[in-house]
């Protein structure tokens, strides 16, 4: 496939939730399918690699390297797109090196991604000048992606979520990591519209600040309160849900972004945060890889996502 593939046009659905609770709050959901763009480089990933792959490509760059974590989304879509538009990948892995790959890290390893291990106290310095000599000094002429894919092209990229929603709406959500997805929405926004952003991560009242170097307006907040505990943690009470909400309406979210945000979403709107008649899309940014390693991870507590 040639890179150029990546800017044709996506028809990508907008999907109305229908749930007694929308019902009996006057509140209408829609899900913006996002997930459903590729099968391995879904939802924001693909939006955050698309212009920075077309860039490193201008350049004349053949090594597409990045960071993240075991579990990392991000590793796993630069993996795949640098498998399918000829790029040579490198993934910086936060944390010691597993006996055995967990799923994200053995599919990130079969589409041809070289691992590298760093300990949590030097990946902390991963962007400096000292960390790039020591760890990546030989590997010539790369191009960097920063971890989570956050930088000016991949907002960019972002932007464009919201010119293919055809209804009109009062509210958008969306997970947020690193906020550079957010911060893309945000920009595409219309004067009568805001965004609401749900934190996935704990002490994540930082990520204000990563947006306001990308943002135009201030039409938007950060919900704080739907962690469930930290990045990649989950209990019974978010598993529960999203369970439900597969089986109710036939539709998988992930544990760390996107169940968060969902939960989160459906919790303000049973305790009346929305005005009556409010229409709201919420971006499903994909993010589904990430299930089979937390069922692994989480086995032994009894707690599995279908």
């Known amino acids: ?12 659905p907008v999907q109305e939730i229908l749930d007694p609770v929308l019902r009996e709050n006057a509140v209408r959901v829609y899900l ?17 690699l698309v212009y920075n792959l077309k860039h490193a490509k201008s350049k004349g760059l053949k090594t597409l390297v990045t960071f993240g974590g075991a579990f990392s989304n991000h590793i796993s879509a630069t993996a795949a797109a640098g498998k ?37 106290s030097a990946y902390r310095e991963k962007m400096s000048k000292e960390f790039k000599a020591k760890y990546l000094a030989d590997i010539e002429s790369y ?24 209804i009109d709406f009062d509210v958008t959500c969306c997970a947020c990591g690193t906020g550079g997805t957010l911060s893309g929405i945000i920009n595409s926004l219309k004067p009568h519209q805001r965004a609401l ?3 996935s991560l704990k002490g ?27 990045y990649a943690k989950v209990d019974r009470v978010l598993v ?10 036939n539709i998988a979210l992930d544990p760390i972004y996107t169940g968060k945000m969902m939960f989160g979403l459906w ?40």
């Not at 989570?148 to 972002?158: E, F, H, I, S, Y």
């Not at 600040?209 to 930290?230: A, C, M, P, T």
């Not at 529960?240 to 309406?249: G, P, V």
Request: hydrophobic share 35%; aromatic share 12%.
């Open 143 to 166: 191009y960097l992606i920063p971890e989570g894919g956050t930088n000016k092209l991949a907002v960019r990229g972002c932007e464009e979520i919201l010119s293919e929603i055809p």
């Open 84 to 120: 399918e538009f000829g790029f040579k990948t490198v993934g910086v892995i936060r944390g010691e090196e597993y006996a055995s790959l967990n799923p994200t890290l053995h599919y990130a390893s079969s589409c041809g991604m070289e691992l590298r291990y760093v300990d949590r």
């Open 204 to 230: 994540g009242d930082f990520i204000h600040d990563e947006i306001r170097k990308y943002v135009i307006n201030s039409q938007w907040s950060l919900n704080l309160d739907y962690h469930f505990g930290g």
């Open 32 to 48: 913006k399918r996002e997930d459903l763009i590729h099968e391995k480089i879904s939802g924001n990933k693909w939006r955050k």
């Open 267 to 306: 919790n303000l709107i049973e305790n009346g945060y929305f005005r009556r008649g409010t229409t709201i899309i919420a971006i499903h940014t994909g993010g589904l890889q990430g299930i089979l390693g937390m069922n692994e991870r989480n086995r032994a507590k009894g707690l599995q996502i279908l």
């Open 1 to 12: 496939m040639y890179l150029w593939r990546m800017h044709s046009p996506i028809n990508i």
């Open 240 to 249: 529960d849900f999203i369970n439900q909400f597969k089986l109710k309406h």
């Open 197 to 199: 952003g749900f934190v």
